[in-house]
Every structure is written in structure tokens, then in C-alpha cells.
């Protein structure tokens, strides 16, 4: 029995599989214009699938080496801003070297060290508050965008930043800090002995307003002895002495009991105020309740130890009566830069550390990077010689449907009718 061959049979199924056969073509041409051998995942959902993890692979390691640009170069601006603060330091202490050679030293020598240990003071202070290349202060902590070390009205140096240490992740298991604690570089500096600080509190009302200085330590033992208390400076009520006039009473921040008899002595501005092995000046018209903070500590910052220095050698010079004094206070300006050279130094080594890390954690993103692009290519890259054998196989094979259905489709029993 033969088959009976319908008109619509004849035509639907030679129009279907040119249809595919287009399609055919059109995928072939498609993958040689992009390149890639699965356009979609159904042309193979395995390497689809696989080709989609290694892309997010390489979108983390990109963003791993992102990371660890920004970790670079915030810690190379540290790093040449701390260079710059031993290079003060260092120069500070010749200063206070030739400061400590009393038999030779001049007045005039004196006075210029004065003034050029002044200039340091305002360098450190800048370098202290240096910004990186987005404009954020390198030593605030996380308060990038308060200002860290300001100057007091009321004498001395704040900190206004945290403790904070912000951290970059630069690998899966990895994160580095990148940044230092503007306390920690610059504060928390181990004393050669105790010592003191000194500052207004914020709410004082004189005018002009009351400053205090660094001040100097007279008597050790005492210090030793008055220490870890702090002491406060409160002006009084002038009409509590008689004649009527400006006061103070020295206190004991934690109980208030008065210290060495300080109680209601009258107030000269700039004169030594002595107690607890310590002096300070205190200068300006303090206003009744003005305050003046004189905190013990086994810790000095770098401003400090420039600061006292400085009182010394501008209160205390040689030849005056306080040799004893002069020279204790060298002896522990020189014992305290170098403390800060040291401290100042171990912060340079650990972003030696990092950044080395930091290297040798980029070299292994690369060969990885490079290996999954390979692994991907393998997979998803088209082989462009195959390809176009393709192209030219399916391109004949359509030609050849198309050419032989255009004479199938002119085929009738009538034309065989005579």
C-alpha cells in the first residue's frame, strides 16, 4: 500500500526545517560575532552553570584588588607622613641636645632653639592632622571627617577623634587595617617618668580667657607620690579673700580635698603654681569657676614633650637658680623622643608588614584571576575554526533544502497528463 502524501505535508514540513536550519545559521553566526560558544543556558546548562561561578570568582577577587589599592596607597600616605614626624622628632632632639650643653649654650642660642622648637610645634600639628587622597584625616580613627588634634584656647592639645581602626578585606580569610589610631601613634607614648598634662576646661567663661601652660616637674618623688590622681585649678569667688581679688584653690579631681594648703591663693598672672611636685602658669583673666586640669599620666604625647621642652627652656633657663630643674627636664625631653622615635617606629614597621601582605595577597589574586579567565574561556569561548566550518556546512545545507524544495514544490500529477 503505498503513502498518500498531503499539498500541506509537501509544504509544512520543508518550511519547518529550513526554518530550523536558519536557525541554525543565525546561532552559528551569532557565536562568531560575540565570540562565545553558549550564548544562553540552555546551549549547556552545566558550563552555564560553572561559567556563572567563576564570573562572580573573578567580580570578588576585582573587588579584593580594589580593596587593596585603597589599602596601598592610604598606608604609603601614612607611611610618608610618619617618615616626616621622625625626621621632627629627630631634629627636636638635636635641639634639646644642644640645649643640654648648658657651659656653652648663649642666651641668644637659647632664644633660637626656643623659636625653632616653636615652628616644630605647628609642623607636627599638621602632620598630625594630615588628610589622605580622599580627604579624610589619617589619624582620626573612624571620625574621618572631624579634624583630630586641635589646639585648646585654654593651652595645650585635644584629641577629637576614636580609637578606631578601619579595616579592608583584601582575600576571603584576609583583612588588613588601614589606618593608626591618632591616639595610639601619638598619645599613648610610654613617659620616661611620670609626668603630667595639662588643659582649660571647655566651659570657661574668662576674657580674655585663662590660659595654662605645659608646666615642669620640680620635685619627682612628689609626683611619684601624688600619682595616678589628677588635680584641678578652680578660680573662686573674689570676695572670698580679703581684699577682695582673683583666687584659686587646687583640688583633687577625685574627692576634692585640697592640695598642699592650695586654697584661696591669690591669682597673678603667669606666676608659678606649685603643687604636687609640679608648677604651672597659669595667664589671662580667668573668670570665678574657670577651671584648669592638670592630669598625672605614665604616658606623654609628642606635643607634650615639645611643649615642656619648650616651657624649660623659655621659664627655666640655665643660670637662673633651677639648674637642677633645666636639666632633668633635657634629660627627660631626650628619654621621651626617643620613646616616640620607637613608638613612631613600630608603626612604621607594621605598615611595612601590611603592605608587604598586601603584595604578596595581590600576586596570588592574579594567578588566580588568570586561571579562572582560562578555566571560563575554556567553557564559554568559542573555537572560531569550528565555527565557521560550521557556518559554511549549515549555510550549504540550507542553500540545498531551499534549492531542492523550489523543485519539489513545482511537482504535479498533471504535468505528467498528456
Known sequence: MSDRLSTYWIFNRPVRDMLQLQNNLNKTQEQISTGRRILTPADDPVGAARVLQLNQEIALIDQYERNITLLDARLKQEEGVLSAVEDSVARIRELAVKAGNAGVLTDADRKAIAAEVRERVEEMYDLMNSKDGAGEYLFAGFQGNTQPFVENPGGGFGYKGDEGVRFLQVSQTITLASSDS?????????????????????????????????????????????????????????????????????????????????????????????????????????????????????????????EKFLFALENYPPGTGFDETYDAAISQTLNNLDNTIDNVSQVRARIGARLNTSDAVKNQHADNKLAAQEIRSEIRDLDFAEAVSRLQMESFILQASQQSFAQVSRLSLFDFIR
Open 182 to 306: 591618632g591616639k595610639s601613634v601619638f598619645l599613648d607614648i610610654k613617659a620616661d617618668k611620670n609626668n603630667f598634662t595639662t588643659y582649660a576646661n571647655n566651659q570657661n567663661k574668662g576674657n580674655p580667657t585663662g590660659v595654662i601652660s605645659a608646666g615642669i616637674t620640680l620635685d619627682q618623688d612628689k609626683l611619684d607620690a601624688f600619682y595616678p590622681n589628677d588635680a584641678v585649678i578652680t578660680f573662686e569667688n573674689p570676695l572670698d579673700v580679703d581684699p577682695p581679688q582673683q583666687n584659686f584653690t587646687v583640688r583633687r579631681k577625685s574627692d576634692g580635698r585640697v592640695i598642699d594648703g592650695m586654697k584661696n591663693i591669690n591669682y597673678q598672672a603667669g606666676a608659678p603654681i606649685q603643687f604636687a611636685g609640679v608648677s604651672v602658669n597659669v595667664t589671662g583673666n580667668p573668670a570665678p569657676g574657670d577651671q584648669f586640669i592638670v592630669e598625672s599620666s605614665n604616658k606623654q604625647g609628642v606635643l607634650t614633650t615639645f
